[in-house]
């Protein structure tokens, strides 16, 4: 198994400019999520997927978009960066039945910077 | 709502001596899950333990070690004779019910600690 793999590793981008995060995992889970860490704040959630064609926000949605037409892949969208997206991003994934305790596997994360 | 706090923020020792991470949370669920997860340098988060809100034992995995109060809402980590190796970003993270039939997972904002040869 893969577990969960994310592409691209570095990106940079121009205020402006969309791109598009790409997460993919071969574990079967049916949740997945995107956080972003920032320096000093943790990781915060920006949205979830509870299965294929579900998905809801988290604490940080503005600016950024997903959807989940396949249980293995979870892009995330930022439609027209700024600045402030700046930010390590982790994809996540995990069972959602109780008897895994949900723990969540991460991606290796995706560095981007916005300028 | 959920939250954890994580009160130290940098912490240095030097190395073989013991290291406890505070981690205290707030949730109004009845049955939740507790997690310690590890950031080295390089960047991966490293799952270190779960524990759900039912099992009070504390639990000991060679050098690291878990204290699970629920009468105080802490959860924390002692890691004895510390070496280099466990230099890194500690976080520590509650998942509680969020409705939708899905948990959600908060993180503190973590811990880092250095361990000085």
Redesign the interface.
Known sequence: NAGVTQTPKFQVLKTGQSMTLQCAQDMNHEYMSWYRQDPGMGLRLIHYSVGAGITDQGEVPNGYNVSRSTTEDFPLRLLSAAPSQTSVYFCASSYSRASSGYEQYFGPGTRLTVT | AQKVTQAQ?EISVVEKEDVTLDCVYETRDTTY?L?W?KQPPS???V?LI?R?SFDEQNEISGRYSWNFQKSTSSFNFTITASQVVDSAVY?CAL?AYSG???????????TKLSVIP
Do not use: C
Not at chain 2, 100 to 110: E, N, R, V
């Open positions: 923020t899950y997690f997860y960047g991966e988060l799952f779960r759900n976080f998942s939708a039939g899905s948990y959600q997972l908060t993180f503190g904002k973590g």
